[in-house]
């Protein structure tokens, strides 16, 4: 448990609200993280009732909600989660080492990601190891997590560098295959057949996800949640 494990040398650049020439801390788990992490993730499921409902009327930052099936149940089990971008790439994950989700994404190897309530894709999870690609994202966490998340996560890198979980979410297939849409925008349907359309509803709403709420005359919200 007290192994440390040296950052590699090589630095790197990322987009997307991430971090460049990043020099990552050295790896080293903390009884005193650990702890607090728990207990601020524990406050967070007393919320969840509140923060879905948030987050279905106005969005929430770079939350997102995750559907993947269970490892012993076999049911489709939801939570929301931070959806990250580095280099155009999603991802998610759990800093406080692995909880029963990222347990069930491990299994499943598939989850679908709603980034707006009725907007979903299915995507393949690809467990991340030590390197470059998941010190990106866990440093990328400390910029694109909404206050005071941000400060938090700057503040337990070296823990999370050490214990965290974390995924790249990959699309099924290049043609956008396994994305949903069945909706209205101004009076036009959104369906399946829309790619170009649906493509550029997400490319807003990864924008969106600077502020805590998508704006009113965003066309974002003309979507009507039909099936999720």
Known sequence: MSELRRPDSAVWSTTNRGTSAYDPPMARPSAVWRFSLRLMYAGLRLLDPILRAWWRAFGL????????????????????????????????????????????????????VAQLPGVWATFRAVPLSDGPER???????????????????????????AVGVYFRLE?????????VIDGVRGGELINERNVAAIDDLLKEAS??????????????????????
């Open 61 to 112: 930052g770079i939350t997102a909600q995750l559907t993947v099936r269970g490892r012993r149940s076999g049911r489709q089990r939801s939570v929301l989660v931070g959806l990250l971008y580095v280099d155009g790439r999603r991802y998610v994950g759990h800093p406080n080492g692995a909880v029963g989700w990222t347990r069930n994404l491990a299994a499943a190897e598939e989850a679908r």
């Open 135 to 161: 010190d990106a994202i866990i440093a990328a966490t400390a910029h694109q997590q909404p206050f005071p998340g941000n400060l938090v996560y700057r503040a337990a890198q070296r823990h999370i560098r």
């Open 171 to 179: 699309a099924l297939d290049s043609a956008g295959r396994g994305l």
């Open 207 to 228: 924008s969106a996800a600077l502020s805590s709420w998508v704006p009113m005359g965003s066309p974002l919200h003309g979507i009507r949640h039909c099936r999720v």
